[in-house]
């Protein structure tokens, strides 16, 4: 069995102290007190396959009663700052197995296709492509949307709604027995929130475009790709390139179901990573970070097969085998086109000369606004 060399991001002061190394050395260590845990067990075992082709990390090691969970970040690619990123992330709520599946099951088909595919090593060689498959391995391992200290990651980041959050779903500071807690007010972010912000910071803000996609479930009947703001409905600045991403998504896949559209469409949240992310990167001017949510319609699968109603994690997950196929199989190309799109940023991006234009568009298709 190849072994795979674990190392640990150095990160600045202010972030959270680095884990105890217990772990690194033979990732089989891991095995033993995770046996229950496939999606881990799958992601492990990918990286013992990917061996010295991945650059693996460990963010953050997170607690649960004895246990200790690795957060495992996984890029391949070349790692130049002048090349664009696409990043994969998933598991933020432990409930939605299916959005860290989904994020596995890309990472899978790429290790596979590395011993053979010389398209791939070619698209390789012009992006950085970096994995987040889990990020809150404590809720999901106790199978729970919140991560161990109760604490809903996506209502986490230190940013509040304007105005209009809808109550308790919104994010509330009440209790955190009681689901979407933000946290204590003026609290530093979890341990996990601040591993993405680590990576994003590593990863992304070094570069001048990146696009990122953050897998969940548990939302209406349409599979939807949302962009930020998720804590306001006023547009981003960056509408132009999603206008234009839409456009050669829709050329390139002309029968996708996808829906896409600005969160704050559904309803606005408190303390939305994403849009904390998004401010921040575009402190750098001429950056594009571009953060994607995909959001799978899990109502359509418990519409499907009525019992799931009945399971925690029948609402957020398909628990049939052959609807869970379908649901891979689908989202795979969504994700291997992400990749193509950064890649190739610089033939699709809106010139300065056009940039307007596909604003103008924008807020006519997403913002109701009339055409001028
Ligand atoms: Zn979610």
Not at 105 to 115: D, I, P, Q
Not at 122 to 143: A, C, D, I, K, T
Not at 171 to 199: D, F, H, K, T
Request: aromatic residues 10%.
């Amino acid at each position: 069995m190849r072994a795979f060399q674990v190392c640990y991001l150095g990160f600045p002061d202010s972030c959270a102290a680095p884990p105890n190394p217990i772990h690194q050395g033979d990732p089989q260590l891991r095995g033993v007190a995770h046996s229950e845990f496939p999606e881990l067990l799958e992601l492990e075992a990918i990286i013992r396959e990917g061996g010295s082709r991945l650059d693996t990390q460990i963010a953050c090691e997170v607690d649960v009663g004895n246990e200790k969970f690795p957060v495992h970040v996984v890029a391949l690619g070349n790692p130049s700052p002048d090349v664009p990123v696409a990043g994969f992330f998933g598991g933020f709520h432990g409930l939605e197995r299916i959005g860290t599946a989904v994020v596995l099951a890309y990472l899978r088909s790429l290790v596979g296709r590395l011993h053979w595919d010389s398209v791939l090593h070619r698209q390789l060689e012009s992006v950085r492509l970096v994995f987040m498959p889990m990020v809150n391995p404590g809720g999901m391992w106790r199978g729970t949307r919140a991560n161990p200290n109760g604490v809903d990651l996506m209502r986490n980041a230190p940013l509040d709604a304007l105005a209009g959050a809808p109550f308790l779903f919104g994010g509330q500071r009440i209790s955190s027995r009681l689901p979407w807690y933000r946290g204590l007010p003026g609290a530093p972010m979890e341990m996990e929130n601040e591993a993405v912000c680590r990576v994003v910071e590593q990863e992304f803000f070094g570069r001048k475009f990146g696009i990122a996609l953050d897998c969940h479930s548990g939302f209406g009947t349409s599979d939807r790709i949302w962009f930020p703001y998720a804590h306001t409905v006023q547009p981003i600045d960056h509408l132009p390139e999603l206008h234009a991403l839409m456009e050669i998504h829709d050329q390139a896949n002309p029968n996708h179901r996808y829906v896409f559209e600005p969160q704050s469409r559904q309803y606005l949240a408190h303390g939305d990573l994403w849009d904390y992310l998004y401010q921040r990167a575009c402190i750098e001017p001429g950056r594009v970070f571009l953060p994607l949510t995909l959001e799978m319609g899990s109502w359509l699968w418990v519409k499907k097969n009525p019992r799931q109603v009945f399971s925690r994690q029948g609402i957020f997950n398909p628990l049939i085998e052959h609807r869970q196929q379908r649901v891979l199989r689908r989202h795979l190309s969504w994700l291997d086109f992400l990749s193509r799109a950064a890649c190739g940023h610089r033939h699709w991006i809106p010139g300065d000369h056009v940039r307007e234009q596909y604003r103008e568009r924008a807020l006519q298709h997403w913002y109701d606004k009339p055409p001028t």
